[in-house]
């Protein structure tokens, strides 16, 4: 195995696993460190599903050293830290922080950080991140519920969350090709630097990035600086492509999606697919509370569904009321309450015959999927942009879409199911 990945969210890393499948590493995911025994050999890349982006720094670190060691026993020669293409974080951490843990684990004293995905409008200029064009602080992840956004340098947010000095290599030396970068990475490095956030507006930026970057120890960014790794490694080692192809073998069973995700885009697919006659069933955070309204509430609810068609049940809301929410019950107990929730039915899926699950959110998915008790998806067809379907590798079958929130086109809830056979 050649590339070891430590990503901070599961929809994340299934985001990551789908580009390094789509540019021909073997990749199996995995939703927490792996299990001993689980077999990696068939493997070119593993990509550790964690849930530490929003947890205490010293669990993140904990937990991203305890994926690497693992990674490393199974073989892997090169760590990548993945997070957020929006650079999800407090300034407390948690990308400083394991950053700086993994540095020292893999004995390196250098690093990038570019969380660019320009398929998905994630570009970076001048350190700067715009997410389709806005500056990061002025668009919907200032309002994020659990990691509000407002700053757009991310120099600047970086450098809040740790000791070590964070550096720039700047658009003019990303577009001059990997030669230049090369450069630019020693210059940054000599001048005391041991992170530089690094530009990109385009694939070729990124691709670029992969080549100059392919031989440090550690890596940190988006999935798309992972985008250049694969063709940079295969240099001196062929890879067979994962198979790739428009429609994916899938468990016989009914199909679901629960959005935990208040993102604009889940909120966009949700509205699409109540006004496309999807039955949906909203939970809503203060019932949970007052224990009002259960996952019983939902399971009966789902009991009573009787189309073979996709059922919808979301927390879903507006920046205003999240706020609302959170100001009566604090931010993460509001976020705990509607994440225990949408576990709690997930819990309960297989046995009602739901075997095709949609799920909107990171940080709900990684719910979602414990409550499932999946321990390793394989990678299947692109339904949009950093969203493959998956399959569970052993215990319960199941297919599953993990969505990050601001992922996928409006009719994503609708038309990901024609990609299943
Ligand atoms: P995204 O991928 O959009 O960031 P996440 O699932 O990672 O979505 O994060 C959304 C967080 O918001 C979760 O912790 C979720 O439980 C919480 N949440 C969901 N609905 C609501 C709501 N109506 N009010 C407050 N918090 C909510």
Known sequence: MRLGCIADDLTGASDLALMLAREGLRTIQTIGVPREGLDLSA????????????????????????????????????????????????DEGNIGPVTEALLAFTGSDFTLACPAFPANGRTIYKGHLFVNGVPLHE????????TPMRDSNLVRV????????????????????????????????????????????SDTHLRSIGMAAADFPLITGGSGV??????????????????????FDAPDGRPIIL????????????????????????????????????AQTALD??????????????????????QAV?????????????EKTLADIARALPALGFTRIIV???????????????????????IDPGVPWTRSLGGVDLALALKSGNFGAPDFFLKAWTMLR
């Not at 937990?63 to 650079?87: D, E, I, M, N, P």
């Not at 992972?226 to 429609?247: F, H, I, K, N, V």
Request: net charge neutral; aromatic share 4%; glycine share 8%.
């Open 43 to 90: 493997a070119d890349a593993v990509v550790v599903a964690l849930k530490s982006r929003t947890i205490p720094p010293q669990q993140a670190i904990e937990q991203s050293l305890a994926a690497a060691t693992a990674l490393r026993k199974a073989g892997a020669s090169h760590v990548f830290f993945k997070y957020c293409s929006t650079f999800d974080s407090t």
């Open 158 to 201: 970086l450098q809040r969350q740790m000791e070590l000095s964070v550096g720039l290599v700047p658009y003019e030396d990303v577009d001059a090709g990997p030669d230049a970068l090369r450069s630019a990475f020693a210059r940054e490095r000599a001048a005391g630097h041991r992170v530089v956030i690094v530009d990109a507006v």
């Open 139 to 146: 668009s919907s992840m200032k309002d994020h519920p659990l």
């Open 301 to 322: 609810w789902l009991a009573a569904q009787q189309t073979n068609g996709p059922v919808l049940i979301y927390s879903t809301s507006t920046p205003d009321d999240v």
């Open 226 to 247: 992972a985008m250049g790794l694969p063709a940079a490694y295969r240099q001196d080692a062929a890879s067979a492509a994962a198979p790739r192809g428009a429609s």
């Open 360 to 382: 909107a959110g990171g940080e709900t998915s990684g719910a979602v999927v414990n409550a499932l008790d999946v321990k390793a998806l394989t990678i299947g067809p692109e």
């Open 259 to 294: 959005a935990g995700s208040c993102s604009s885009a889940t909120q966009g697919q949700v509205k699409a697919a109540i006004d496309a006659g999807v039955p949906a069933l909203r939970l809503d955070p203060m019932q949970l509370s007052s224990k009002d309204v259960t």
């Open 326 to 338: 959170q100001g009566k019950l604090g931010r993460m107990n509001a976020g705990e309450i509607v």
